[in-house]
C-alpha cells in the first residue's frame, strides 16, 4: 500500500479528508504550479518543492557561475541497497548478498533514501558486524574466490598489508593511509584468533567503520561551500548512477585526474549509464517514485483475482518502464502508452488479447486502457487500495507527476467527526465539494479521482461502478481544456503539463542526493530539466543533466 | 564477530518456554540484581481506536460486573486459536477515558504520534520530542543490556504508519519486525558452549574491533564539518550500546537457556504472540526494561484465520481499518450496503465492538503472560506499567479525543482496578502523570503542555 505522507486522503473517512483552508484555495486556484511554500506538509494544503517548479521559468542567470549556489546535504548512511551492491562487488559475488538480519530502511512519501531519515542504531551495527563475519567466513572457505578478492595466500608475507590497502581503498571509496593500513593490520595480527581469521578481523573492521557506512564528502575545507576531492567525486558519480562504491578503475582514473574536466566527467558517467547496472539501480527509483513497490493482494474478494497476478502486476510496469527509460524512447511517452508488457494471466484479467511470446501486446483502441500508459497499469492504481479512492487517486496523481503535496489543516481535520456525522459516500463527496474551506483543493483532485474511480481497489475495470453520482465531471484541472472523456485523454492531457519534466527531475534529484531539492538547487534542477527537454525526454539525458551539472562537483556543510 | 549474550546473565528454566502456550514455566527465581525499585515499561499500539462510547467505563472501580462491551474480556477470555484461554486481569488495570491527543496528532492515522506529547514542529508525524517510551528508557535501563526494544508485527517501514518509537530530534528508532531476528539478537548463542578455550581471547578480540572502528570514527570525525560531526556523533552512541549489550554486565549468580527459535514469517498476529512472548522472556531475564509493539500498521491487520461474530456480524476477512469504519465511507465492508440503515448500523457497531474486544483480549495476554512471571517480590507485572494506545479514538469518525487508553501493572505503586475520568485532558497530561509515577519530575509536560492528571 501507498505510504505518502499525505495519508490524509488514504484514510478513507472519504470524507473531507482533504479539506483544505482559505490559503490553499487561494494558492491552487493562482497558479497550482508555482508556489513558494516549500515542500512543507505542515501548513496545510497542495505545495509544490519550491525547485520543481522550473517549468517555463526563465533560465537564472546566477547558474553560469563555475560555483552555483547548492543547498547543505545531510550526512548519507549507505542506503541497504547501496550497501547490499557494494558487498557485492567487494567480494565479488555472482548476486547481491541477502539482506537479512540488517534493518529495512526507513521509507517517508514512499522513498527510502532520505537520509535525514536513516540511522546508524546498534541493531545496524549488530547487522553490519554479522554480514561482515558470515560473508568473510563464506569468503575465506572459498578457495577461488578467496584468491581474487585476497589478492594472495593468507599466509604469504605482506598478504594482509595489501589485502587491507587494496580492499579498505574501495571500501573507504578513497586510499587508505599509510598510517590507517598499518593500525589495521597490527591490530589484526595482535589480536586475531589465527591466520585466516586476521583476515576476518580486516573485514569486519572496514565493513563496520563509518568510513565505509557513510558517504563523507568534505572536499578541501569541512565548513561552507567545497569541491569534492577526486575520489569523493567518483564515489558520487557511482553511487548516483549504479548505487554501488566506486570500481578500482574509476577510483584510478579520479585519482589521476581524468574526471576533473567537463568531458572527463560526462565520458565516465556515460560509461556508468551504458551499463545495465544504472538500470538495475534505477528500477528502484521507478518503483519507489510510481508507488507500486507497495502493492499488496487485495483485501477484499475480486473478481478474477489471484495472488499470483501480482509479481505479474510489478513485473508489468518494471518492463514498461525500463523500455521507455532506456530503450532510446521519450519516457514522457510512458504516460501514453499502447503497448504493454504482460503474462497470460494478467492479460486475461486485464482483458487483453494473448500476449506475444514475449509478453509484449498492443492493446486493442477500443478498449478502456488504450493509450493510457502507466495510468492504469495495476500495479499503480492497487498500490493505493486502502482509502477512499477518488480523493487518493487524484492526489496520487497530483503528488506524482506534479510533486504537489496535500495536506490537512489541523483546524480542519479537528472537525472531521463532527462534519460528516450521518452523511453517505456520495454526500460525503458532494459535501466537501461545496464546503468553502473544503472545495478549493478538493476542486483540483475529485475531478482526477472520478475518472479514475471505476477501476477498483485491485485496478480492474468495472463499468458497473456509477461515477454519475457525484455529480463531478472528470477533468484534470490544471490542463488548458480540463475535461476528460477517457482515461487516454487523461493521459494525453497529463503529458503535455511541463511540470511533469519539473516533477520528474526533482525526484531523480531526490534519488541520487538522498534530500528533496530546495531553491538554492534551481541550477542543478534547471540544468537537468534542460538536458531531459532538449533530449527529446530522454530519461537518460534527465541523469546526464544532473551528473553534469557543476554542483555535481560540490558540496556544502552547515 | 559471534556476539552472544553471557549465559550467566540470564534465567535458568527459561527454556523451551516458547513452545508452552504460556509462561507458567517461568515461575522461576530471577537475577539476584533484580530488586524491588525495578521499574518496566510497555506500550501496546494497535490501530484504528475504538467506540469510545462502548469502551469508555465510568469513572470509579473496575468489577468483573460493570466491565463494558468493548472490555468485557478483561474479566477472561477462552482460548482462541494461537491464543490460550486467560483469568480475569481488570483488577491490574485502570481505564483512563477522555483523553485529547487531537493536539498532538494534527492529522488522521499517524500511529508515529501515539506514544508522543508533542505536537510535530518540521512536518507532523515526527515527534520533535522523545516519545513516552524513550524518555524512560533513558532513566530506566540501568545496567540492563538492551536500552529498550522497539518490536512491529507490521512490515511498513514508512515513517508515520510503521513507526511508534522515536528518539530525540525526530531520530527514528530502529524497529525489529521479524520474531526471529529478535530472538536472534537476545537468545541465539545461549546454547552456546561454555568450554570455549578461545573464549576469553575471542572476547579480546571482539572488543578489539570496536575499538578499530572507534578509531575510525575519530580520524573521520576531525576532516568533517560540525553538522557532519553531529550526524555520526549516533554512530558512536550506537556502538557504546552494542558494547554494552555484548558486555552484558548485569551480575548473576543464575543462568537460563535459549527458547526454542520462533518460526519465520505469518500475519500480525503470530508476529505479534511472539513478539510478546520473547519480550515477556526478555524482561523476565532483565534484558531490557522498556518495550514497544506495534501490532499493526492502520491497514494491515484483518480477523481471517478467526471465527469471530456469526451471521452478518461475522467479521470475515474485513481489515481492522475498513470495520472501523462502520458504514458510509468508502473503506467500509460493503457486505452491509442496502441493508436497512438501523440494521446496518446494529452490526457495523456490533463489529467494532468484536474488534476491540479482540484487541483488549491480546493486550490481556501480554498482562497474564507478565502475570505468570514471578520475581522475589511479586510478578513482572508489579514491577511495569503497561500501556495501550491507539492512533485514534473513534476509529470512525478519526477523532484524537476520548483515545482508548488502558494502563496495567503496578510499577511506582500504581493503582488499579479502576477508571479515571481525565475528559479533555491533554496527552502530556497522561505522560506526566506516568513519568511521575516513575518517580520523574514532570510539573507540567507534553506541547500542549498538560499536568499530571489528579488521582492518576
Same mark, same amino acid.
Given at each position: 500500500?501507498?505510504?505518502?505522507?499525505?495519508?490524509?486522503?488514504? !484514510?478513507?473517512?472519504?470524507?473531507?479528508l482533504?479539506?483544505?483552508?482559505?490559503?490553499?484555495?487561494?494558492?491552487?486556484? @493562482?497558479?497550482?504550479?508555482?508556489?513558494?511554500?516549500?515542500?512543507s506538509?505542515?501548513?496545510?494544503g497542495?505545495s509544490?518543492?519550491?525547485?520543481s517548479a522550473?517549468?517555463?521559468s526563465a533560465?537564472?542567470a546566477?547558474c553560469?557561475?563555475?560555483t552555483?549556489d547548492v543547498?547543505s546535504? &545531510?550526512l548519507?548512511?549507505?542506503?541497504?541497497?547501496?550497501?547490499?551492491?557494494?558487498?557485492?562487488?567487494?567480494f565479488?559475488?555472482?548476486?547481491?548478498?541477502?539482506l537479512?538480519?540488517?534493518? &529495512?530502511?526507513?521509507e517517508?512519501?514512499?522513498?527510502?533514501?532520505?537520509?535525514?531519515?536513516?540511522?546508524?542504531?546498534?541493531?545496524?551495527?549488530?547487522?553490519?558486524?554479522?554480514?561482515?563475519?558470515?560473508?568473510g567466513?563464506?569468503?575465506?572457505?572459498?578457495?577461488?574466490r578467496?584468491?581474487?578478492?585476497?589478492?594472495?595466500?593468507?599466509?604469504?608475507?605482506d598478504?594482509?598489508?595489501?589485502?587491507?590497502?587494496r580492499?579498505g581503498?574501495?571500501?573507504?571509496r578513497?586510499a587508505? @593511509?599509510t598510517e590507517?593500513?598499518?593500525a589495521?593490520?597490527t591490530?589484526?595480527?595482535?589480536?586475531?584468533?589465527?591466520t585466516?581469521d586476521?583476515?576476518?578481523?580486516?573485514?569486519?573492521?572496514?565493513?563496520?567503520?563509518?568510513?565505509?557506512?557513510?558517504?563523507?564528502?568534505?572536499?578541501?575545507?569541512?565548513e561552507?561551500?567545497?569541491?569534492?576531492?577526486?575520489?569523493?567525486?567518483?564515489?558520487?558519480?557511482s553511487? &548516483?548512477?549504479?548505487?554501488?562504491a566506486?570500481?578500482a578503475?574509476?577510483?584510478?582514473?579520479?585519482e589521476?585526474?581524468?574526471?576533473?574536466?567537463?568531458?572527463?566527467?560526462?565520458?565516465?558517467?556515460?560509461?556508468?549509464?551504458?551499463?545495465?547496472?544504472?538500470?538495475g539501480?534505477?528500477?528502484?527509483?521507478?518503483?519507489?517514485?510510481l508507488?507500486? %513497490?507497495?502493492?499488496?493482494?487485495p483485501?477484499?474478494?475480486?473478481?478474477g483475482w489471484?495472488?499470483?497476478?501480482?509479481p505479474?502486476?510489478?513485473a508489468?510496469?518494471?518492463?514498461v518502464v525500463?523500455d521507455?527509460?532506456?530503450?532510446?524512447?521519450?519516457?514522457? %511517452?510512458?504516460?501514453t502508452?499502447?503497448?504493454?508488457?504482460?503474462?497470460?494471466?494478467?492479460?486475461?484479467f486485464?482483458?487483453f488479447?494473448?500476449?506475444?511470446? %514475449?509478453?509484449?501486446?498492443?492493446?486493442?483502441?477500443?478498449?478502456?486502457?488504450?493509450?493510457t500508459?502507466?495510468?492504469?497499469?495495476?500495479?499503480?492504481?492497487?498500490?493505493?487500495?486502502?482509502?477512499?479512492?477518488?480523493?487518493?487517486?487524484?492526489?496520487w496523481?497530483?503528488?506524482?507527476?506534479? !510533486?504537489?503535496?496535500?495536506q490537512?489543516? &489541523?483546524?480542519?481535520?479537528?472537525?472531521?467527526?463532527?462534519?460528516?456525522?450521518?452523511?453517505?459516500?456520495?454526500?460525503?463527496?458532494?459535501?466537501?465539494? @461545496?464546503?468553502?474551506?473544503?472545495?478549493? !483543493?478538493?476542486?483540483v483532485?475529485?475531478p482526477?479521482?472520478?475518472?479514475?474511480?471505476?477501476?477498483?481497489?485491485?485496478?480492474?475495470?468495472?463499468?458497473?461502478? %456509477?461515477?454519475?453520482?457525484?455529480?463531478?465531471?472528470?477533468?484534470?484541472?490544471?490542463?488548458?481544456?480540463?475535461p476528460?472523456s477517457?482515461v487516454?485523454e487523461?493521459?494525453s492531457k497529463?503529458?503535455?503539463?511541463?511540470?511533469?519534466s519539473?516533477?520528474l527531475?526533482?525526484?531523480?534529484?531526490?534519488?541520487?542526493?538522498?534530500?528533496?531539492?530546495?531553491?538554492?538547487?534551481?541550477?542543478?534542477?534547471?540544468?537537468?530539466?534542460?538536458?531531459? @527537454?532538449?533530449?527529446?525526454s530522454?530519461?537518460?539525458?534527465?541523469?546526464r543533466?544532473?551528473?553534469?551539472?557543476?554542483?555535481?562537483?560540490l558540496?556544502?556543510?552547515? | 564477530?559471534?556476539?552472544?549474550?553471557p549465559?550467566?546473565t540470564?534465567?535458568?528454566?527459561?527454556?523451551?518456554?516458547?513452545a508452552?502456550?504460556?509462561?507458567?514455566?517461568m515461575?522461576?527465581?530471577r537475577?539476584?540484581?533484580q530488586?524491588? /525499585?525495578?521499574?518496566?515499561?510497555?506500550?501496546?499500539f494497535?490501530?484504528?481506536?475504538?467506540?469510545?462510547?462502548?469502551?469508555?467505563?465510568?469513572a470509579?472501580?473496575?468489577?468483573?460486573? $460493570?466491565?463494558?462491551?468493548?472490555l468485557?474480556d478483561l #474479566?477472561?477470555y477462552?482460548?482462541?486459536?494461537?491464543?490460550?484461554?486467560?483469568?480475569?486481569?481488570f483488577?491490574?488495570?485502570t481505564?483512563?477515558?477522555?483523553?485529547?491527543?487531537?493536539?498532538?496528532?494534527?492529522?488522521?492515522?499517524?500511529?508515529?504520534?501515539?506514544?508522543?506529547?508533542?505536537?510535530?514542529?518540521?512536518?507532523?508525524?515526527?515527534?520533535?520530542q522523545?516519545?513516552?517510551?524513550?524518555?524512560?528508557?533513558?532513566?530506566?535501563?540501568?545496567?540492563?543490556?538492551?536500552?529498550n526494544?522497539?518490536?512491529?508485527?507490521?512490515? /511498513?517501514?514508512d515513517?508515520?504508519q510503521g513507526n511508534?518509537?522515536?528518539?530525540?530530534?525526530?531520530?527514528?528508532?530502529?524497529v525489529?519486525?521479524?520474531?526471529?531476528?529478535l530472538?536472534?539478537?537476545l537468545?541465539?548463542?545461549?546454547t552456546?558452549?561454555?568450554?570455549?578455550?578461545?573464549?576469553?581471547?575471542r572476547?579480546?578480540?571482539?572488543?578489539?574491533?570496536l575499538?578499530?572502528v572507534?578509531?575510525?570514527?575519530?580520524?573521520? $570525525?576531525?576532516?568533517?564539518?560540525?553538522?557532519?560531526q553531529?550526524r555520526?556523533?549516533?554512530y558512536?552512541?550506537?556502538?557504546a550500546?552494542?558494547?554494552?549489550?555484548?558486555a552484558?554486565?548485569?551480575?548473576s549468580t543464575?543462568?537460563?537457556?535459549?527458547?526454542?527459535?520462533?518460526?519465520?514469517?505469518?500475519?500480525w498476529h503470530s508476529?505479534?504472540?511472539q513478539?510478546?512472548?520473547?519480550?515477556?522472556l526478555a524482561?523476565?531475564?532483565?534484558?531490557?526494561?522498556?518495550?514497544?509493539?506495534?501490532?499493526?500498521?492502520s491497514?494491515?491487520?484483518?480477523?481471517?484465520g478467526?471465527?469471530?461474530?456469526?451471521?452478518k456480524?461475522?467479521?470475515g476477512t474485513?481489515?481492522?481499518?475498513f470495520?472501523?469504519?462502520?458504514?458510509?465511507?468508502?473503506d467500509?465492508?460493503?457486505?452491509?450496503?442496502?441493508?436497512?440503515r438501523?440494521?446496518?448500523?446494529r *452490526?457495523?457497531?456490533?463489529?467494532?465492538?468484536?474488534t476491540?474486544r479482540?484487541?483488549?483480549?491480546?493486550?490481556?495476554?501480554?498482562? $497474564?503472560?507478565l502475570?505468570?512471571?514471578?520475581?522475589?517480590t511479586?510478578?513482572l507485572?508489579?514491577?511495569?506499567?503497561?500501556?495501550?494506545?491507539?492512533?485514534?479514538?473513534d476509529?470512525? /469518525?478519526?477523532?484524537r479525543?476520548?483515545?482508548?487508553?488502558?494502563?496495567?501493572g503496578?510499577?511506582? #505503586?500504581?493503582?488499579?482496578?479502576?477508571?479515571?475520568?481525565a475528559?479533555?485532558?491533554?496527552?502530556g497530561?497522561?505522560?506526566?502523570?506516568? *513519568?511521575?509515577?516513575? #518517580?520523574?519530575?514532570?510539573?507540567?509536560?507534553?506541547a500542549p503542555a498538560?499536568?499530571?492528571?489528579?488521582?492518576?
Amino acid at each position: 500500500m501507498s505510504s505518502r505522507r499525505s495519508l490524509s486522503v488514504r !484514510c478513507s473517512f472519504g470524507a473531507l479528508l482533504i479539506v483544505l483552508s482559505a490559503g490553499c484555495s487561494s494558492a491552487t486556484q @493562482s497558479n497550482p504550479s508555482v508556489s513558494s511554500g516549500g515542500g512543507s506538509a505542515q501548513a496545510g494544503g497542495p505545495s509544490n518543492n519550491p525547485a520543481s517548479a522550473g517549468s517555463g521559468s526563465a533560465p537564472d542567470a546566477t547558474c553560469d557561475s563555475a560555483t552555483p549556489d547548492v543547498s547543505s546535504n &545531510a550526512l548519507r548512511r549507505l542506503s541497504a541497497l547501496e550497501y547490499q551492491l557494494t558487498l557485492q562487488d567487494l567480494f565479488q559475488l555472482a548476486a547481491p548478498p541477502s539482506l537479512e538480519g540488517l534493518p &529495512a530502511d526507513t521509507e517517508k512519501d514512499g522513498f527510502k533514501v532520505f537520509a535525514e531519515v536513516q540511522t546508524v542504531s546498534a541493531s545496524h551495527l549488530r547487522g553490519y558486524l554479522s554480514k561482515a563475519q558470515e560473508l568473510g567466513a563464506a569468503l575465506l572457505t572459498d578457495s577461488a574466490r578467496r584468491k581474487q578478492v585476497l589478492g594472495c595466500e593468507p599466509t604469504a608475507a605482506d598478504c594482509l598489508k595489501g589485502f587491507v590497502t587494496r580492499f579498505g581503498r574501495l571500501a573507504y571509496r578513497r586510499a587508505l @593511509s599509510t598510517e590507517e593500513v598499518d593500525a589495521l593490520v597490527t591490530r589484526a595480527e595482535r589480536d586475531a584468533i589465527d591466520t585466516n581469521d586476521r583476515f576476518q578481523f580486516a573485514i569486519e573492521v572496514l565493513l563496520t567503520a563509518p568510513d565505509f557506512l557513510y558517504r563523507a564528502e568534505v572536499g578541501a575545507t569541512p565548513e561552507g561551500l567545497s569541491k569534492l576531492s577526486r575520489s569523493e567525486l567518483a564515489a558520487k558519480l557511482s553511487f &548516483a548512477v549504479w548505487g554501488r562504491a566506486p570500481s578500482a578503475e574509476l577510483l584510478d582514473q579520479a585519482e589521476q585526474g581524468t574526471l576533473d574536466t567537463e568531458k572527463g566527467l560526462a565520458d565516465a558517467a556515460e560509461r556508468l549509464l551504458a551499463d545495465p547496472r544504472a538500470q538495475g539501480f534505477y528500477s528502484g527509483f521507478f518503483r519507489q517514485w510510481l508507488g507500486y %513497490d507497495a502493492v499488496r493482494a487485495p483485501t477484499s474478494t475480486v473478481k478474477g483475482w489471484n495472488d499470483a497476478l501480482l509479481p505479474a502486476l510489478q513485473a508489468e510496469t518494471d518492463a514498461v518502464v525500463k523500455d521507455f527509460a532506456w530503450g532510446g524512447l521519450n519516457f514522457l %511517452d510512458a504516460l501514453t502508452a499502447n503497448r504493454t508488457h504482460v503474462s497470460k494471466e494478467l492479460a486475461t484479467f486485464y482483458g487483453f488479447p494473448a500476449p506475444a511470446a %514475449d509478453g509484449t501486446v498492443t492493446i486493442p483502441s477500443s478498449h478502456v486502457r488504450a493509450n493510457t500508459g502507466l495510468l492504469t497499469h495495476g500495479s499503480l492504481l492497487g498500490a493505493k487500495s486502502d482509502g477512499d479512492l477518488i480523493a487518493l487517486r487524484g492526489d496520487w496523481l497530483r503528488e506524482t507527476f506534479l !510533486c504537489q503535496h496535500m495536506q490537512v489543516p &489541523a483546524s480542519v481535520a479537528d472537525q472531521l467527526g463532527e462534519l460528516l456525522v450521518g452523511l453517505t459516500r456520495v454526500q460525503i463527496v458532494k459535501e466537501r465539494n @461545496s464546503r468553502g474551506e473544503c472545495k478549493g !483543493c478538493h476542486a483540483v483532485i475529485d475531478p482526477i479521482g472520478v475518472g479514475l474511480a471505476q477501476f477498483d481497489r485491485a485496478g480492474r475495470y468495472d463499468e458497473t461502478i %456509477d461515477i454519475t453520482e457525484y455529480g463531478i465531471a472528470p477533468a484534470l484541472p490544471d490542463a488548458p481544456n480540463p475535461p476528460f472523456s477517457s482515461v487516454a485523454e487523461l493521459a494525453s492531457k497529463l503529458r503535455a503539463l511541463p511540470q511533469v519534466s519539473a516533477c520528474l527531475t526533482t525526484r531523480a534529484f531526490l534519488y541520487v542526493n538522498g534530500r528533496e531539492p530546495t531553491s538554492s538547487d534551481r541550477c542543478t534542477t534547471q540544468a537537468a530539466e534542460q538536458s531531459f @527537454s532538449a533530449q527529446a525526454s530522454s530519461f537518460p539525458s534527465l541523469l546526464r543533466g544532473l551528473l553534469s551539472a557543476p554542483s555535481f562537483r560540490l558540496r556544502r556543510s552547515e | 564477530m559471534a556476539i552472544c549474550i553471557p549465559r550467566r546473565t540470564l534465567l535458568r528454566g527459561v527454556g523451551a518456554c516458547m513452545a508452552l502456550p504460556l509462561l507458567e514455566i517461568m515461575s522461576t527465581e530471577r537475577a539476584q540484581a533484580q530488586s524491588a /525499585s525495578v521499574q518496566r515499561f510497555i506500550a501496546f499500539f494497535y490501530p484504528n481506536g475504538t467506540d469510545p462510547r462502548k469502551w469508555n467505563p465510568a469513572a470509579g472501580a473496575l468489577t468483573a460486573a $460493570n466491565l463494558t462491551e468493548c472490555l468485557k474480556d478483561l #474479566g477472561g477470555y477462552a482460548a482462541e486459536g494461537i491464543w490460550p484461554a486467560g483469568e480475569a486481569t481488570f483488577q491490574d488495570v485502570t481505564a483512563v477515558t477522555g483523553i485529547d491527543h487531537s493536539g498532538v496528532s494534527t492529522d488522521i492515522h499517524q500511529p508515529s504520534m501515539a506514544l508522543s506529547a508533542h505536537k510535530g514542529v518540521a512536518n507532523n508525524y515526527t515527534p520533535p520530542q522523545p516519545t513516552l517510551d524513550q524518555y524512560l528508557a533513558e532513566r530506566l535501563q540501568a545496567s540492563t543490556p538492551y536500552r529498550n526494544l522497539a518490536l512491529a508485527a507490521t512490515p /511498513s517501514t514508512d515513517i508515520g504508519q510503521g513507526n511508534i518509537s522515536f528518539r530525540a530530534s525526530g531520530q527514528v528508532e530502529t524497529v525489529t519486525r521479524n520474531p526471529k531476528q529478535l530472538f536472534d539478537t537476545l537468545f541465539k548463542g545461549m546454547t552456546a558452549s561454555t568450554t570455549d578455550p578461545n573464549a576469553e581471547k575471542r572476547r579480546k578480540r571482539n572488543t578489539s574491533v570496536l575499538d578499530a572502528v572507534k578509531e575510525d570514527h575519530a580520524r573521520l $570525525n576531525a576532516r568533517l564539518g560540525r553538522a557532519d560531526q553531529m550526524r555520526v556523533a549516533q554512530y558512536l552512541q550506537s556502538i557504546a550500546e552494542l558494547e554494552k549489550q555484548i558486555a552484558s554486565p548485569t551480575p548473576s549468580t543464575t543462568s537460563c537457556s535459549a527458547p526454542a527459535a520462533p518460526t519465520t514469517g505469518g500475519d500480525w498476529h503470530s508476529k505479534s504472540k511472539q513478539f510478546v512472548d520473547l519480550l515477556v522472556l526478555a524482561m523476565a531475564c532483565d534484558l531490557t526494561r522498556v518495550v514497544t509493539l506495534q501490532y499493526s500498521d492502520s491497514w494491515g491487520v484483518n480477523y481471517s484465520g478467526y471465527t469471530i461474530g456469526s451471521g452478518k456480524e461475522a467479521l470475515g476477512t474485513w481489515s481492522d481499518h475498513f470495520i472501523s469504519h462502520k458504514l458510509d465511507d468508502n473503506d467500509r465492508a460493503t457486505d452491509l450496503d442496502g441493508l436497512d440503515r438501523a440494521e446496518a448500523q446494529r *452490526i457495523a457497531d456490533a463489529r467494532v465492538v468484536a474488534t476491540s474486544r479482540f484487541k483488549v483480549r491480546r493486550f490481556a495476554y501480554l498482562l $497474564n503472560a507478565l502475570k505468570n512471571v514471578k520475581t522475589p517480590t511479586g510478578t513482572l507485572l508489579d514491577e511495569s506499567l503497561v500501556m495501550y494506545c491507539s492512533e485514534n479514538g473513534d476509529g470512525d /469518525s478519526h477523532a484524537r479525543k476520548n483515545m482508548p487508553v488502558l494502563l496495567a501493572g503496578h510499577a511506582g #505503586g500504581f493503582k488499579t482496578g479502576r477508571s479515571v475520568a481525565a475528559a479533555n485532558q491533554v496527552t502530556g497530561a497522561l505522560h506526566a502523570s506516568i *513519568i511521575q509515577r516513575f #518517580g520523574f519530575e514532570a510539573a507540567s509536560y507534553g506541547a500542549p503542555a498538560g499536568k499530571p492528571i489528579a488521582d492518576l
